[in-house]
């Protein structure tokens, strides 16, 4: 059975940085399309980053250049690298695997995303 832990989260002050983590089991990060969502308190649910196989990469518009989606094959883990941190990026953050998918269709992601393996969460909460 498919599994991913998310991990890395945490309270900052704006400006800080904190990195996220995605470990999978059951599952290959390297060939697969794979995306970070983050869903705030009354908000929908919303993408933030994506990485496919192939190692292309899309970001919302509101974390350009201050976030970074990464994958290391060898440990079989995805990455969210945040820096500059504002309080409106306080949200629960998820990471999401395509089941079979190399590309990841161009933009950071939508739900529903039919088919996907999903992790629990981590809270990010960063005050100003």
């Known amino acids: 059975q498919v599994q991913l832990v998310e991990s890395g989260g945490g309270s900052v002050q704006a400006g800080g940085s904190l990195r996220l983590s995605c470990a999978a089991s059951e599952y290959t990060v390297k060939n697969k399309c794979m995306r970070w969502f983050r869903q705030a308190p009354g908000k929908e649910r919303e993408g933030v980053a994506a990485i496919g196989g192939d190692g292309t990469t899309y970001y919302a518009d509101s974390v350009t250049g201050r976030f970074t989606i990464s994958k290391d094959n060898a440990k079989n883990t995805l990455y969210l690298q945040m820096n500059s941190l504002k309080p409106e990026d306080t949200a629960t953050y998820y990471c999401?695997?395509?089941?079979?998918?190399?590309?990841?269709?161009?933009?950071?992601?939508?739900?529903?995303?039919?088919?996907?393996?999903w992790g629990q969460g981590t809270q990010v909460t960063v005050s100003s």
């Open positions: 999401a695997a395509a089941r079979s998918a190399y590309y990841c269709s161009p933009g950071p992601g939508s739900v529903p995303w039919p088919g996907a393996h």
